[in-house]
Nanobody, 114 residues
């Protein structure tokens, strides 16, 4: 089970950290990442870990501003978001999977005001 939290209403330029609590199973050797869906748009990949957990990838739109990290002891994956922009407004989801992302948590809403 994946549960995202930490969203809220912030102003442009602010920072925020999202958390994804992983429970009920182990996701070792699974890729895990963050996605987002803005109103009227398709869900898009934001950031993620490779299956081995040794590499990360980011969408071009967030490179240099967002950072994904994980706490294996507490089974939590984080998304640190800096220099937030109004276009970052979306529902953010964490997801995991072996070849494709097939386990999804409930999303958390982020709204960035200008």
């Amino acid at each position: 089970q994946l549960q995202a939290s930490g969203g809220g209403l912030v102003q442009a330029g602010d920072s925020l950290r999202l958390s994804c609590a992983v429970s009920g199973r182990t996701y070792s050797n699974y890729k895990i990442g963050w996605f987002r869906q803005a109103p009227g748009k398709e869900r898009e990949f934001v950031a993620g870990f490779s299956r081995r957990g040794d590499t990360t990838s980011y969408a071009d739109s967030v490179k240099g501003r967002f950072s994904i990290s994980r706490d294996n002891i507490n089974n939590t994956v984080y998304l640190q978001m800096n220099s937030l922009k109004p276009e970052d407004t979306a529902v953010y989801y964490c997801a995991a999977g072996y070849t494709t992302y097939d386990s999804w948590g409930q999303g958390t809403q982020l709204t960035v005001s200008s």
